[in-house]
């Protein structure tokens, strides 16, 4: 686990950053530690990257699944990834992952029901949601987790504050804003992470004890606190930020020789500190 977590997700296409990875996993322990047990489980798992983590995480009770269309890419209305099945179980079985208690799904989360997901797997403790990006797909994708998730679960939502996809932006405000149950308490990077109102403290807490110095922010999204964790190289892009409103540093920039060179390494250094 812990070596997925540092280096091993490199090996798998997709999107996650470290930060994201952590997150998830220290709500997993606070859950396991709260005696919360469930399936986990993702909807569009591409290549595994984010799928092999909740494997990981999954205890020895518990099943897991994937929903994704894989090879039915006409159902890809907004193109956004390109599963392969292969690729995924060839990622399953490097991590020597037990095929008998995972459900793959080769279809379009909107043709899943709760009830058949349920069925298979039972109720679900952690529900990564990254399927279609449309603003109507996303949105069923949260009222199908919702109505999955057991008490205590988490669903992490990925690339809420995307540009390229502003319809899933666009479900979470028709979410949070109209009938849903869930609410947030934490982003990191791209992705929320929401619980039933019930838990939201403890969640809070627990990203928050957990993450450390991670956490750059705690402040109010949608009427709720949620903890924002940041990366070391976001730290160190906020640092010199700072650096750059000092006198000293505007007056070297100024300088004749020095001014044009700084300037040229300027882009170069942020692009290496926000990696």
């Not at 928050?208 to 999204?221: F, I, R």
Request: charged share 25%.
């Amino acid at each position: 686990m812990e070596q997925y977590v540092r280096t091993g997700y490199k090996k798998v296409g997709g999107w996650m950053r470290p930060e994201s990875a952590r997150l998830i996993e220290c709500v997993s322990r606070a859950q396991v530690g709260a005696g919360v047990t469930g399936a986990v489980g993702e909807i569009g798992v591409h290549h595994g990257r984010l799928f092999l983590l909740l494997y990981l995480l999954r205890q020895p009770e518990e099943r897991a699944f994937a929903v994704d269309i894989f090879d039915a890419q006409h159902l890809n209305v907004d193109h956004s990834g390109k599963g392969d099945r292969a690729i995924f179980e060839r990622h399953l079985r490097r991590i020597r992952a037990d095929f008998s208690v995972i459900d793959i799904f080769a279809e379009s989360s909107v043709d899943m029901t709760p009830e058949r997901l349920r069925c298979h797997v039972g109720y679900v403790r952690l529900f990564s949601i990254d399927g279609g990006h449309t603003t109507d797909i996303a949105l069923n994708d949260l009222r199908l987790a919702e109505a999955s998730l057991v008490d205590g679960g988490v669903v992490v939502l990925d690339d809420a504050f995307q540009p390229l996809f502003p319809g899933v932006a666009a479900a979470v405000a028709r979410y949070l804003l109209g009938d849903g149950e869930l609410v947030p308490f934490a982003i990191s990077g791209e992705k929320v992470l929401l619980t039933q109102p019930g838990h939201h403290d403890g969640m809070l807490a627990a990203a928050q004890s957990g993450m450390g110095d991670l956490v750059v922010a705690t402040m109010a999204y949608f009427g709720h606190d949620v903890a924002v964790i940041g990366s070391a190289p976001s730290l160190l892009a906020r640092l010199h930020r700072g650096v750059a409103g000092l006198d000293q540093y505007q007056r070297l920039r100024r300088a004749p020789l020095l001014g044009p060179v700084i300037e040229r390494l300027r882009p170069a250094v942020l692009k290496v500190m926000r990696r």
